[in-house]
């Protein structure tokens, strides 16, 4: 059927990722990223490579006015957009006003790579493809914990978005347990002298960090698939979180969270500190690189020749 390009926008740092993984699978076809939202020149550089494509991906769900989708959808180009991180909550709000822009929804096929988006981007009134696409590096699980403490991360300019609140909380309920909190430096607020601030991390202490941590926890108001989540199930870390899927301990509040959390500090200390082997066997299997490229490769060769 001859070499396909497929241009690829949205947000850079996924796009290219994606364009890197879908091209070491895929060499028959041609992947173009362009960054259409801060470059001036991949604007017009999408607009002399549009004509020549047989499917646009935006990683991003747009809902409203974009130019270069106009151009997508004036020349009848196939379209996905794969929704991330909180489009999907602002996508809502817009339809709530009365304010959304539904030209490439309508048009376009959604790909989500989380239950919980599928049921937020449904209620926009389409279809969805429930498409995973997200894995981790391969870090190697520690043999034995040496310390039974709590990783997390909370960046330092979204504080209330990743629970900094809920931390201080749970650190109050377990004073005798260390929270490892990557991402912050400092702040303003006085916080429970068992939580310490890591401050940015690079990604080989990041990995040790993570390979190290019997808990990750995760108290986000909104998230995509996070990659941090894969890769602590990935070391077999127990990991609580608040939003629910295979292998994670699901909570929706500082009650749940605390009272998940005493629970998963007596599992882990019933195994005798050994990372949790169920995990790493089902992370391995379901967030495969080449297990998740088949996958995506799949759909999109459908849409192409549909």
């Known amino acids: ?20 993984d879908l091209a070491s699978f895929d060499s028959g076809n041609r992947y173009v990223v362009l960054n ?6 991949d604007k017009i550089r999408f607009l002399c490579w549009l004509p020549f494509a047989s499917l646009v991906i935006s990683f991003n769900g ?22 991330m991180g909180t489009d999907a909550l602002l996508a809502m709000e817009r339809q709530k006003k009365g304010i959304i822009f539904r ?6 096929t959604h790909f989500v790579d989380s239950p919980w988006q599928q049921e937020e981007v449904k209620s926009l009134g389409v279809d969805i493809h429930v498409v995973p696409f997200k894995y981790g590096r391969e870090i190697d699980p520690v043999k034995k914990y040496q310390s039974i403490h709590v990783l997390t991360y909370v960046a330092n300019s979204r504080k209330v978005f990743y629970g900094w609140e809920s931390i201080k909380v749970a650190a109050q309920a377990f004073p005798e347990i260390e929270f490892r909190v990557v991402g912050m430096e400092t702040d ?6 068992n939580i310490r601030l890591m401050g940015w ?3 080989q202490n990041m990995a040790e960090e993570l390979r190290n941590a019997p808990i990750f926890l995760r108290m986000t108001e909104h998230d995509g698939f996070s990659v941090s989540v894969i890769e602590a199930l990935s070391v077999g870390a127990e990991v609580v979180w608040t939003h629910p899927s295979e292998c994670i301990h699901y909570v929706r509040n500082d009650e749940e969270m605390n009272h998940k959390l005493a629970e998963v500090f007596k599992l882990i200390e019933a195994r005798n500190g050994i990372p949790n082997k169920e995990t790493i066997e089902f992370c391995n299997k379901t967030y495969n690189r080449h297990h ?3 996958i995506y490769l799949d759909e999109l060769q459908k849409i192409i020749t549909a």
């Open 62 to 83: 747009v809902s409203d006015r974009s130019q270069s989708l106009d151009w997508v959808v004036r020349l009848r180009k196939k379209l996905i957009l794969q929704w």
């Open 36 to 41: 259409t939202y801060y470059s001036k020149w």
């Open 103 to 108: 030209k490439y929804i309508d048009y376009a």
């Open 201 to 203: 991390l690079d990604a």
């Open 292 to 294: 998740l490229m088949v």
């Open 188 to 193: 303003e607020a006085t916080f429970p002298s």
């Open 1 to 20: 059927m001859g070499r396909k390009t497929i241009l690829i926008t949205g947000l850079p740092i996924f796009a290219k990722k994606m364009r890197d």
